[in-house]
Protein backbone atom coordinates (compact mmCIF):
# COMPACT_ATOMS: atom_id res chain seq x y z
CA UNK A 1 0.00 0.00 0.00
CA UNK A 2 1.17 3.25 -0.34
CA UNK A 3 3.21 5.16 2.34
CA UNK A 4 1.54 8.13 2.14
CA UNK A 5 -2.02 8.48 3.73
CA UNK A 6 -4.72 10.24 2.07
CA UNK A 7 -5.57 12.92 3.42
CA UNK A 8 -9.12 11.78 3.07
CA UNK A 9 -8.98 9.32 5.32
CA UNK A 10 -7.47 11.51 7.83
CA UNK A 11 -10.37 14.10 6.95
CA UNK A 12 -13.00 11.74 7.53
CA UNK A 13 -11.52 10.65 10.86
CA UNK A 14 -10.88 13.85 12.20
CA UNK A 15 -14.35 15.05 10.87
CA UNK A 16 -16.02 13.09 13.08
CA UNK A 17 -14.93 14.04 16.31
CA UNK A 18 -16.74 16.77 15.76
CA UNK A 19 -19.80 15.16 17.39
CA UNK A 20 -18.03 14.51 20.81
CA UNK A 21 -16.20 16.43 23.09
CA UNK A 22 -12.36 15.35 23.05
CA UNK A 23 -11.01 17.61 26.06
CA UNK A 24 -8.95 15.99 28.27
CA UNK A 25 -9.20 12.61 25.68
CA UNK A 26 -6.29 13.03 23.71
CA UNK A 27 -4.94 9.19 24.99
CA UNK A 28 -8.21 7.90 23.90
CA UNK A 29 -8.77 9.61 20.53
CA UNK A 30 -5.44 8.65 19.34
CA UNK A 31 -5.56 5.34 20.08
CA UNK A 32 -8.91 5.39 18.04
CA UNK A 33 -6.98 7.05 15.51
CA UNK A 34 -4.95 4.58 15.06
CA UNK A 35 -6.74 1.51 15.04
CA UNK A 36 -9.14 3.46 12.49
CA UNK A 37 -6.16 4.14 9.98
CA UNK A 38 -4.93 0.50 10.78
CA UNK A 39 -8.37 -0.58 8.88
CA UNK A 40 -7.10 1.05 5.74
CA UNK A 41 -3.32 -0.24 5.90
CA UNK A 42 -1.82 2.23 7.52
CA UNK A 43 0.08 1.92 10.64
CA UNK A 44 1.37 5.47 12.14
CA UNK A 45 2.78 6.06 15.31
CA UNK A 46 1.08 6.46 19.00
CA UNK A 47 3.38 9.57 20.46
CA UNK A 48 3.30 9.70 24.43
CA UNK A 49 4.86 12.86 25.56
CA UNK A 50 5.49 15.32 28.91
CA UNK A 51 6.14 18.26 30.06
CA UNK A 52 7.63 19.36 33.12
CA UNK A 53 6.69 23.06 34.24
CA UNK A 54 3.51 22.87 34.63
CA UNK A 55 3.00 18.96 34.32
CA UNK A 56 1.38 17.94 31.46
CA UNK A 57 0.64 14.60 29.35
CA UNK A 58 -0.19 14.20 26.02
CA UNK A 59 -0.43 11.83 23.07
CA UNK A 60 -1.03 12.40 19.47
CA UNK A 61 -0.55 10.76 15.92
CA UNK A 62 2.07 11.29 13.74
CA UNK A 63 3.91 9.46 10.94
CA UNK A 64 6.98 10.00 10.22
CA UNK A 65 7.27 13.83 10.49
CA UNK A 66 4.04 14.25 10.24
CA UNK A 67 1.55 15.17 13.29
CA UNK A 68 -1.96 13.77 12.01
CA UNK A 69 -4.59 14.54 14.85
CA UNK A 70 -2.70 17.60 16.37
CA UNK A 71 -0.98 20.99 15.87
CA UNK A 72 2.97 20.62 15.50
CA UNK A 73 2.80 23.84 17.84
CA UNK A 74 0.91 21.90 20.48
CA UNK A 75 2.66 18.68 20.39
CA UNK A 76 6.51 20.67 20.58
CA UNK A 77 5.42 21.57 24.49
CA UNK A 78 5.84 17.79 25.19
CA UNK A 79 8.86 15.61 25.68
CA UNK A 80 8.23 12.49 23.60
CA UNK A 81 8.69 9.65 26.25
CA UNK A 82 7.00 6.57 24.35
CA UNK A 83 6.63 5.35 20.75
CA UNK A 84 4.61 2.72 19.87
Known amino acids: M ?3 MPS ?13 SAQNECLRWSIAMVRYLRAYGYYPNLVLGV ?3 PFGAHA ?3 DGDTVLNDTVEQV ?3 T ?5
Do not use: G, N
Open 2 to 4: DRH
Open 8 to 20: RIIERYLASRRFI
Open 51 to 53: RMM
Open 60 to 62: WVQ
Open 76 to 78: SAY
Open 80 to 84: PILVV
